[in-house]
Structures are given as structure tokens and as C-alpha cells.
């Protein structure tokens, strides 16, 4: 079998200031490789001539986002709203304690999708998750590992 290593995941973004500021300062990536690109890129992409693009690469603990600022054609479309609809319907995040980073996200224009906030307690502890949705919509999970003391 060939070789197969994971490279990127590709987020569209409708401000990619905004976004930078929410997955660098919000999430702690880093800026990676940034390229602008225009029309070499229209047919493979299946979007008509006209191309302005920007594809920031941001990176963190080796995994990879590539946040894609159109400027022309607009962004158009809804990312995922239900854990059921097909495609990618969210990013998740462990963290030490969800409050510190969901205030965080808020503050930097996320929305706390309250309905979703949960405890699942297992044995010894519980799992405590909380989804918000960034400007654009994109899912964002965060989960929390507590263990009960002893």
C-alpha cells in the first residue's frame, strides 16, 4: 500500500482576520505558510476566472488548518448546524477547563451553543463538552477529561 500521511483540513472563511484571531489567539495555532493565489487555480477549484484567494496554513501540535480567504467569487453556503448532516460537522479541542477558553472564544465573536453543554460522567470521573459556533457557523467543540479526587 502506498504511503499515506494526513497533510490539512481546509476551513472556508468569510473574514480571515476574524478567523486568525479566533484559531491563533482563541486556540493557540500558529501561523504557518501562507499563498496567495488567483485564476491558475479556477478550474481546479470549480470556481469560474476571477480567483482572489488567500490559504493560510495554521498550525499546531503537528496538525494542520487551511484557513481559505475568498475575495473573489464571495463565500457563499452554511457549514454544518446538526452532528447528522453529512460532511465535517465539527472541530474538537481538548482543554484542562472549558471556562477559561470558552470565555475566551466568546470574547473573541464565538457563540455558545447552549443546548449543548454536557456532563458524561464515567467511572472515577466524567467528560464535560461544550460546542460553539464561530462567526461563520463552523462547530467548535471543546472537551474537558475531569477525574473525581480519590
Not at 477547563?97 to 466568546?106: K, Q, S
Not at 457563540?111 to 463552523?138: K, M
Request: proline content about 7%; some cysteine.
Amino acid at each position: 500500500m502506498a504511503q499515506i500521511s494526513v497533510s490539512h483540513i481546509g476551513l472556508c472563511v468569510s473574514d480571515l482576520d476574524r478567523a486568525m484571531r479566533i484559531y491563533c489567539d482563541g486556540l493557540g495555532f500558529e501561523p504557518a505558510e501562507r499563498y496567495d493565489i488567483g485564476d491558475e487555480v479556477a478550474d481546479t477549484l470549480e470556481v469560474p476566472t476571477g480567483v482572489e484567494l488567500v490559504s493560510q496554513m495554521i498550525a499546531r501540535e503537528g496538525f494542520k488548518i487551511e484557513l481559505l480567504g475568498w475575495r473573489s467569487p464571495p463565500v457563499e453556503g452554511s457549514p454544518s448546524s446538526r452532528r447528522n448532516q453529512l460532511g465535517i460537522t465539527h472541530l474538537s479541542f481538548t482543554v484542562d477547563e472549558i471556562g477559561p477558553v470558552e470565555a475566551r472564544l466568546v470574547d473573541l465573536g464565538c457563540t455558545v451553543v447552549e443546548s449543548t453543554r454536557t456532563t458524561i460522567p464515567f467511572p472515577g470521573g466524567r467528560t464535560e463538552l461544550l460546542f460553539l459556533a464561530d462567526p461563520d457557523g463552523t462547530r467548535i467543540e471543546l472537551m474537558a477529561f475531569v477525574t473525581d479526587p480519590a
